[in-house]
Structures are given as C-alpha cells and as structure tokens.
C-alpha cells in the first residue's frame, strides 16, 4: 500500500510539473507574441521614416537634374556665343588684311 501511494505521489507531482512546465512554456509563447507585436511597429515605423527619406532623396535628384539641364543650357550658349566670337575674329582678321593689302 505504501508502495502504491508513493507512486500515487509521484505521478500526481509529475503531473503538476508537467502543468507548471506547460504554464511556462505558454507564458513565454505569450510573450514572445507580444515582441513580436513590438517588433512589427517599430519596423513599420522604421519602413516609413526610410520611405520618407527616399522621398527626400528624389526630391533633391529632381532638383540636381535641374541644375544638370541649367548648366546644359549655359554651356551651349557659352559654345554659340564662343562661336559667334570666332566668326567676328575671322571677319576682323580678313578685314585687317584687305587692308594691310591696300
């Protein structure tokens, strides 16, 4: 009879650690839920500062690209205006020399 209570005993003890060892095992499955949760906001929220960022750095593409076509008009001007004062240097160089020729 003792032999049978004691075993009685154990497997009533097994049984409340196994519900402990459950208990825990869920609390710790609870909280690993609520990081994930946490984890998940702050990622969002970090996808949405980087999208903002990325809209900066478009912004400021447009604006070199911008620049890129001023500097593009300022640059053929320059050449046209480089080429008229070639043109002038030849026409006075010519007439220097008609009338050096005189």
């Known amino acids: 009879m003792k032999i049978q209570n004691a075993l009685i005993q154990i497997r009533a003890d097994q049984q409340e650690l196994a519900q402990d060892l459950t208990e825990r095992i869920n ?60 043109t002038m240097m030849h026409i006075l160089v010519g007439i220097q020399r008609k009338l050096d020729a005189d």
């Open 27 to 86: 609390g710790v499955g609870n909280q690993v839920k609520r990081l994930e949760g946490k984890c998940d906001a702050k990622f969002a929220e970090i996808d949405k500062r980087f999208e903002a960022v990325d809209k900066r750095f478009e912004a400021v593409d447009k604006r070199f690209d911008a620049i890129d076509d001023r500097f593009d008009k300022v640059d053929d001007r320059f050449d046209t205006m480089q080429d008229t004062q070639t």
